[in-house]
Nanobody, 115 residues
Framework: QVQLVESGGGLVQAGGSLRLSCAAS????????MAWYRQAPGQQRELVAR???????TYTDSVKGRFTISRDNAKNTMALQMNSLRPEDTAVYYCNAQRWGLDFWGQGTQVTVSS
């Protein structure tokens, strides 16, 4: 099992910044990709950003140029720097880790962007 704990969510005005963090513990060896997802009320969970173990990154179009994913394999942590936040970024953000074809999820952290 892999345990993931997110932190860093909160309330921010449009145009502001937040930094989310995710700490992994447990059976963390061989974790492959790590990613951030988000889910807004009444909507499906969507991929925000993903980083492979080797450092290849993927971003959903709406956050490109505003969000930056980073990962420290030695510390088993991942972060999401979110700049120029918009009200449509409001959602619960989830940390995700993939290991041996299985998905592990954190409990989520709320990000609310006011207009």
């Amino acid at each position: 099992q892999v345990q993931l704990v997110e932190s860093g969510g909160g309330l921010v005005q449009a145009g502001g910044s937040l930094r989310l963090s995710c700490a992994a513990s447990g059976s963390i060896s061989s974790i492959n990709a790590m990613a951030w997802y988000r889910q807004a009320p009444g909507q499906q969970r969507e991929l925000v950003a993903r980083m492979s173990r080797g450092g290849t990154t993927t971003y959903t179009d709406s956050v490109k140029g505003r969000f930056t994913i980073s990962r420290d394999n030695a510390k088993n942590t991942m972060a999401l720097q979110m700049n120029s936040l918009r009200p449509e970024d409001t959602a619960v953000y989830y940390c995700n880790a993939q290991r041996w074809g299985l998905d592990f999820w954190g409990q989520g952290t709320q990000v609310t962007v006011s207009s």
